[in-house]
């Protein structure tokens, strides 16, 4: 097995968990629940394929282009493909397809679902980090933005243009974020300095979450 990075690149993307499955001896990583990628071992506990799913298009694409990646093992042709463990498939690029794979299994849930699974606010606030969850506040998910600092009855107004107006999942999906409406929730009590360091934090998990991923 060449890519020795494999298993904890796949666990450090929100929301992965990783079972055995033993009656197939496959190493498999879920996200919400729901298989995107695996290991394949023989007898021996060795791998013998990596399953991930693409595009169809895109994986007759690699599937064309290099010997190591061929119709999914044991698995949807269509949809799934393995890759040669043992293989010459560039690591970046084994990368990619194992986040675009990611990506489209989180994508088939609601749009309300994928910022459960990633465990975001839409603005990528970890809501369980704050002070004020489960006393102040359930959390903007739970809340759907009405969240203890937003007007009385209304959502915060990040939300209620990311998720109400635009319909995305979250801001990491916008191009113009970290836009105007980031900038007018500053909390006053916060520095300039230090209210930026909250953008560049909570930017930094929804690009880590979900556009490195490829949503």
């Not at 904890?8 to 990628?37: C, I, P």
């Not at 959390?139 to 243009?161: E, L, Q, R």
């Not at 635009?166 to 191009?175: D, I, N, Q, R, S």
Request: charged residues 25%; hydrophobic residues 30%.
């Amino acid at each position: 097995m060449r890519y020795l990075w494999m298993d904890e690149y796949l666990l450090s993307k929100r929301g992965v968990t990783k079972d055995l499955q033993e009656s197939w001896n496959w190493v498999r990583y879920h996200v919400g629940g729901k298989m995107f990628a695996a290991i394949c071992l023989n007898e021996e506990d060795k791998p013998y394929y990596i399953n991930l799913k693409l595009e169809p298009l895109e994986g007759e694409f690699f599937r064309e282009k290099y010997e190591d990646v061929i119709p999914g093992y044991y698995s949807n042709k269509v949809h799934w493909n393995s890759i040669n463990p043992d293989g010459a498939l560039p690591d970046e690029l084994l990368k990619t397809m194992l986040d675009k794979s990611y990506a489209l299994v989180l994508g088939g849930f609601s749009k309300k679902r994928q910022r459960e699974i990633l465990g975001l606010s839409c603005c990528g606030t970890d809501c369980e980090k704050c002070g004020c969850f489960g006393t102040m506040c359930k959390g903007c998910n739970a809340s759907n933005g009405k969240v203890f600092h937003a007007p009385a009855g209304k959502a915060c107004p990040i939300y209620a243009c990311s998720v109400q107006k635009k319909k995305l999942a979250t801001c990491g999906e916008c191009e113009e974020a970290p836009c105007a409406v980031w900038r007018g929730t500053k909390d006053p009590n916060l520095s300039q300095e230090k209210f930026e360091a909250t953008i560049t934090e909570r930017m930094g998990n929804l690009r880590g979450g979900i556009e490195s991923n490829g949503i």
